[in-house]
């Protein structure tokens, strides 16, 4: 993603590393410990306040998360894309990090940063 971490960053990784997971980092370890920063990097790059802004569009009831109705909608009416609710499911289920069948705005953004 082109992040780039300052020295000081690289060595508190490296402290976290050796001192919670003896030394040894699998995916989702690596994903615990880098996915604040890169999310951060991507809000970033593509602005927050267009990624809130687009959330609200996708976020049609406005309680703060995104169903499979809502993204079906969206895709039809924002990107001129029909999906049924099935797909609309599956996509969702993609980047549902806690499982709750909704995206919250931390996962659309990683969704927004495939």
Do not use: C, W
Request: hydrophobic share 40%.
């Amino acid at each position: 993603m082109g992040y780039m971490p300052t020295e000081m960053e690289l060595i508190e990784l490296s402290q976290q590393i050796n001192m919670n997971l003896g030394g040894h980092v699998d995916f989702e370890d690596f994903v615990e410990l880098m996915g604040p920063k890169l999310l951060a990097e991507t809000a970033d790059m593509i602005g927050i306040k267009e990624l809130k802004e687009a959330f609200r569009e996708f976020d049609t009831n406005g309680d703060g998360a995104i169903s499979p109705a809502e993204l079906r909608d969206a895709m039809r009416k924002l990107l001129g894309q029909q999906v049924g609710l099935k797909e609309a499911e599956d996509i969702l289920r993609d980047v549902d990090l806690n499982g709750d069948g909704l995206v919250d705005f931390e996962e659309f953004v990683r969704m927004m940063s495939r």
